[in-house]
């Protein structure tokens, strides 16, 4: 069965510190991949997604994420975070095996110190 | 403004009175989902629909029924509430047929059940 893990639970950064989010799934076939942000109080919102092209990924409010085929990962990066980054990230992934399902992780919390 | 509702928002309720909560989607989307979310499990989809009259379980739909007569609408009912269903659940809505073509979802505000 497919699943999604994202290692770290809460992370606790101060503002201008560099972000790495670790994602990985498991399933060997063609997948596409998302990040989804829940800020406080919040709906979840698409951050940024990967079906095809180029690995490095671009999405809002200064993230990027990098497809690594060979280690099934699809770690979020943002080089310099913000109090209003302050959130909580869920890594999601749909194959073409289960187009009609996505598979969600269980979310890094993440604080910034101001 | 494109949206999808939930109502109601914030609820209390008592074991084995049923309830009903309304999704509703203003972008005529096909594809339409459940989901609960519970702390370190995030999200686990409980039905999804991918058209009218078109539903399936997902991986969590014990005690979760749910209905599609109406493209914009999709009702999570619980016939019988357990405090096991104390969550934050989340309607979603997407076009196509779900996620793989890389379309969005897009989220309701979410409802916080508490079954006492």
């Known amino acids: 069965a497919q699943s999604v893990s994202q290692h770290n639970h809460h992370v606790i950064l101060s503002e201008a510190a560099s972000l790495e989010l670790g994602c990985n799934y498991s399933?060997?076939?063609?997948?596409?991949l998302f990040w989804y942000v829940q800020y406080p109080g919040q709906h979840l919102q698409l951050l940024l997604k990967y079906f095809s092209g180029d690995p490095l990924v671009k999405g809002i409010k200064g993230f990027e994420a990098e497809f690594i085929k060979s280690k099934f990962s699809f770690n979020l990066r943002k080089p310099s975070v913000q109090w209003s980054d302050t959130a909580e990230y869920f890594c999601a992934v749909s194959s073409y095996s289960s187009a009609s399902k996505i598979i969600f992780g269980s979310g890094t919390r993440l604080s910034i110190r101001p | 403004e494109a949206q999808v509702t939930q109502n109601p928002r914030y609820l209390i309720t008592v074991t084995g009175k049923k309830l009903t909560v309304t999704c509703s989607q203003n972008?005529?989307?096909?594809?339409m989902s459940w989901y609960r979310q519970d702390p370190g499990l995030g999200l686990r989809q409980i039905y999804y629909s991918m058209n009218v009259e078109v539903t399936d379980k997902g991986d969590v739909p014990e005690g979760y029924k749910v209905s599609r007569k109406e493209k914009r609408n999709f009702p999570l009912i619980l016939e019988s509430p357990s405090p096991n269903q104390t969550s934050l659940y989340f309607c979603?809505?997407?076009?196509?047929?779900?996620?793989?073509?890389?379309?969005?979802?897009?989220f309701g505000e979410g409802s916080w059940l508490t079954v006492v």
């Open positions: 399933y060997g076939g063609t997948v596409n």
């Open positions: 979603a809505s997407s076009p196509g047929t779900g996620a793989f073509s890389g379309n969005t979802i897009y």
């Open positions: 972008m005529n989307h096909e594809y």
